[in-house]
Antibody, heavy 124, light 107 residues
């Protein structure tokens, strides 16, 4: 069974930093691309960042580019999101998700498994 | 950026009735569209990918159709467990983008 467990969320002041982690199990983590998606309270889903299976390809949404950094440790089956210079508008539940390896477009893919999310609250 | 627009925002359906949800892309995305179901307090879960292919374990009452810019998710016979928010997502181009969601509520 695929399992993704996020951790590291909490309350932080504007301008602060947090590091989210996602522990993966039940599949060969090193062969899958991974994604972070967030959802502000009462709002829709927003894609945040993508990392290829070997970390060679990384993308960010414009809203977090230059402030967030995605990484992974395939030896530890773990995905990370380093969040710096946090803003009030970054308040959201952050989900890590595994990307499918089939029926993808030429450039990207959908996520076929999601964690339960971790809440990040940016407030003074 | 490809903008995804879902309609309606809220859909009131009686159990046993059909529910039809729409998703429109601001430019052609081929069949590179996924639908997700999200129940209160839970993470999204994959329903449909490739615009019309049901994910593993998804009941046949869920069907997806469309290509290019116009897509539809149909729940043929609404069950009590189907009341949720439904999100569409394009994975044709970066950045990946989602629609605003459609909440299917009990009428």
């Amino acid at each position: 069974e695929v399992k993704l467990v996020e951790s590291g969320g909490g309350v932080v002041q504007p301008g602060g930093s947090l590091r989210l982690s996602c522990a993966a199990s039940g599949f060969t983590f090193s062969t899958y691309s991974m994604t972070w998606v967030r959802q502000a309270p009462g709002k829709g889903l927003e894609w945040v960042s993508y990392i290829g299976s070997r970390s060679r390809t990384i993308y960010y949404s414009d809203s977090v580019k230059g402030r967030f950094s995605i990484s992974r440790d395939n030896a530890k089956n773990s995905l990370y999101l380093q969040m710096n210079s946090l803003r009030v508008e970054d308040t959201a539940v952050y989900y890590c998700a595994r990307d499918s390896t089939f029926y993808c477009s030429r450039t990207s893919c959908f996520s076929d498994s999601w964690g339960q999310g971790t809440l990040v609250t940016v407030s003074s | 950026e490809i903008v995804m627009t879902q309609s309606p925002v809220t859909l009131s359906v009686s159990p046993g009735e059909r529910a039809t949800l729409s998703c429109r892309a601001s430019q052609s995305i081929g069949s590179n569209l996924a639908w997700f179901q999200q129940k209160p307090g839970q993470a999204p879960s994959l329903l449909i990918y490739g615009a019309s292919i049901r994910a593993t374990g998804i009941p046949a009452r869920f069907s997806g159709s469309g290509s290019g810019t116009e897509f539809t998710l149909t729940i043929s016979v609404q069950q009590s467990e189907d009341f949720a928010v439904y999100h569409c997502q394009q994975y044709h181009n970066w950045p990946l983008t989602f629609g605003g969601g459609t909440k299917v509520e009990i009428k």
